[in-house]
T-cell receptor, first 115, second 111 residues
Framework: DPKIIQKPKYLVAVTGSEKILICEQY?????MYWYRQSAKKPLEFMFS???????DNQTASSRFQPQSSKKNHLDLQITALKPDDSATYFC??????????????FGPGTRLTVL | GQQVQQSPASLVLQEGENAELQCNFS?????MQWFYQRPGGSLVSLFY???GTKHSGRLTSTTVIKERRSSLHISSSQTTDSGTYLC?????????????FGKGTLLTVTP
């Protein structure tokens, strides 16, 4: 059974629209993350959450908003979509302890295409 | 910021040959992970190895912090090893748990 679920697997959107990417983890972890991988760049960190609180935000745009309704959920809302937002978005989780790094595990990704 | 350099960018092997993948970083780190990215895109964690040497089957990871490098050795390669290998590290001091990734090594193993 998959331990980190991302929905949908593929997503096509039109410029200017809004989409929500879903992530649920069943590893019992207390920290969740979003990363993005576009065709021209390495995987890059976007957000980290610990105990449903934002820890770090490395996105330059407020169009990207994480939403954590439950401890094991971290969705990503993207508004006013642009073609440059086309990428694969990965959710990850870890059992984080302050002052100690913990291994991160990744979901299968959502491939977003903005036309 | 942290720079993560992976080499080689791509590598072609015949089945049975060994591979040595390198990851060099510019500043100190708190952790190092190696990932395998399948052709379909999903990421599999191979090693969490902030220092020293770890083994898993045909794979060996060695991280030497003072030399600012980590390596991934694949022995007796198989066609199923084909894909992209990524190293990633966290230098946030254990507070933000942010991974910085290299660009990866694309490995192709031919029969």
């Amino acid at each position: 059974d998959p331990k980190i679920i991302q929905k949908p697997k593929y997503l096509v959107a039109v410029t200017g629209s809004e989409k929500i990417l879903i992530c649920e983890q069943y590893l019992g972890h207390n920290a969740m993350y979003w990363y993005r991988q576009s065709a021209k760049k390495p995987l890059e960190f976007m957000f980290s959450y610990s105990y449903q609180k934002l820890m770090d935000n490395q996105t330059a745009s407020s169009r990207f908003q994480p939403q954590s309704s439950k401890k094991n959920h971290l969705d990503l809302q993207i508004t006013a979509l642009k073609p440059d937002d086309s990428a694969t978005y990965f959710c990850a989780s870890s059992q984080a302890r302050l002052g100690n790094y913990a291994e991160q595990f990744f979901g299968p990704g959502t491939r977003l295409t903005v036309l | 910021g942290q720079q993560v350099q992976q080499s080689p960018a791509s590598l072609v092997l015949q089945e049975g040959e060994n591979a040595e993948l390198q990851c060099n970083f510019s500043t100190s780190l708190n952790s190092m992970q190696w990932f395998y990215q399948r052709p379909g895109g999903s990421l599999v964690s191979l090693f969490y190895n902030p220092s020293g040497t770890k083994h898993s089957g045909r794979l060996t990871s060695t991280t030497v912090i003072k030399e600012r490098r980590s390596s991934l050795h694949i022995s007796s390669s198989q066609t199923t090893d084909s894909g992209t290998y990524l190293c990633a590290l966290d230098d946030s001091g254990g507070s933000n748990y942010k991974l910085t990734f290299g660009k990866g090594t694309l490995l192709t193993v031919t029969p």
